[in-house]
């Protein structure tokens, strides 16, 4: 194997690497968003389930 060889594998894996990298960060925030949302929607739930004078 010539270098330029060895240049193109550590080239491809490195951007293997990093799309599984962004992949599992992307993953992690939308899930805390999605946490995130869920606990102000059972917040907001209670105040707005106030019972009405009939």
Not at 13 to 37: A, D, E
Request: hydrophobic fraction near 40%; proline fraction near 4%; glycine fraction near 2%.
């Amino acid at each position: 194997m010539t270098t330029e060889d060895t240049e193109i594998l550590l080239i491809k894996n490195m951007t293997l690497i990093s799309v599984l990298i962004w992949t599992l960060l992307c993953c992690c925030f939308t899930g805390k968003v999605q946490r995130i949302q869920l606990l102000s929607s059972i917040n907001i739930r209670p105040s707005e389930m106030k019972p009405t004078k009939s």
